[in-house]
C-alpha cells in the first residue's frame, strides 16, 4: 500500500490496533464508558483539570476514553495529529464552519459536494455573513478564478458526491497555502484505505463515519482529523461549546466497525470494478462514471493521489430517468436506499433523494443529471450482484 505513506503501520493494522490497547482490566476491546461525567479526586484535583494543569475527563461532552479511542484510531489511519468525533458528518462540517468561518469570510465549496454540505452554506450560514461560491473544484483554473480576498477556506470532496468527479488535491493545497486559507478534505468516498489527504497537502480532513469507516448501515457518525495541534486546539472548543460531540456508544460502534474497514474497503472495491465494467458494455446503458474505468477522465489524477477507485458507481441509462426509476424498482438483492459505505449494495436516485434540495439549475450546473443512479458496492459475492444488475437491466 501507499508508498508516499509516512505511517509507522499500515491501514490493515492501525484500524485494529489504533486507538486502543488493553487496560488494566485486559479488556480486548474499549469498554464503553456510558458515563456523562466523571468523578474529581478531590475538589483540587477537579479545579487542576479545569485548569489544564493535569489530563483526565472532565464531562463527556468535552471528552470521554470511549470516543478518544476511536479518535485516535482515524487520526492515525489518516497520519494526522488529532481526531475530533461528531455525532455526524453534518456535525463535523458544521463544526468547521463554526469555528473557522466568521461574517464577511468566503468559502469555496466542490459545486457536486453532498447537497446538505453546500446547502447549509447556502441557506443557513449566509445568514451569518459567510459567503460561499460552489465550483467545479476538478478544473483547478475554476478554483484559482473563484479565489477572493476574504477566502478562508476550501472545501472539496473527491471523488465527488455522486458525479465522481475527481479533484486535484495537491494543486488546492498550492492554492489554499498562497492565499493563507485552511484546505478541507471531505474523505467519505475514499475512506484512509485508499485515499489520505495530508499525504498531498490538506490541513483538515472529514468524514463521515456513517459510511466506510463504521461499515454496518447501523450507525451515524462524524470525525474530523487534523494535520497538526494547533488546527484542533483552533477547534475544541467550538465543537464542544456547539455541543457536537459523539456519544459512547456510538463511538464504540464505529471503533467495532472500523476494524475490519480494510477488508471491506478492498473487497468493495474489487465488485465495483467488475460492475463497472459490465456496466459500461451494456447496451441499456448510456454512460459510467467510475475513476476505475479507462474512460474515466480523471482516471491518471485519481491514482495519483489515490491507492485505488473506491466502490462507489454514478451511471445513467439510455433511457433516462424512466429508465432509472424502473431499474431501482426492479433490483432484488440491492437494496434502494440512501447512504453508501456499508457492507451491503445501495442503489439511489441522486436528484430525487440526496440532491433534491438543490435547485434543477444547480444541480445541471454540477451534472448531476435527471438520469444519473448512484451504486454503493458492497461485500456480497459478486456473482450475486451481478446477477441482480443483469435481471434488473433486462
Ligand atoms: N459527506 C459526504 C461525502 C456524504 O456522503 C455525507 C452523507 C455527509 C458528508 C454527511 O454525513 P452524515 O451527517 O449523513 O453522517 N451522505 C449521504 C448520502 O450520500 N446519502 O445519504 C447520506
Redesign the pocket.
Known sequence: MGKKNKRKLEAGTLAIHAGYHPDASGAVNPPIYQSSTFAFRDAEHGARLFKGEEAGWIYTRIGNPTIRALEDNIAALEGGARGMACS????A?NTLFFALLGKGDHVIVTDA??G??RLVLESHWNRFGVELSAVDTSDLDKVRAAVKSNTRMLFI?TPA??TLKVTDIAGCSEIARKIGAVLVV?N??MSPVLQRPFEHGADIV?H????FINGHSDV???LIVFREEPGYELVYKPWYMLGATMDPHQAYLVYRGVKSLQLRALLAQENARMIAKFLEQHSAVASVAYPGLKSHPQRKLHKRQADGPGSLISFELKGGLKAGVKLMNSVKLMTLA???GGIETLI?HPASM?HAGMTPEQRQAAGITDGLVRLSVGCEDVDDLLDDVEQALS
Open positions: 455526524s458528518g453534518m456535525a462540517s459536494v453532498y446538505p454540505t470532496e458526491n455522486p471531505d467519505t468516498f472529514l463521515s463515519v456513517t459510511k451515524v457518525g462524524g440512501v447512504s453508501l439511489q440526496t
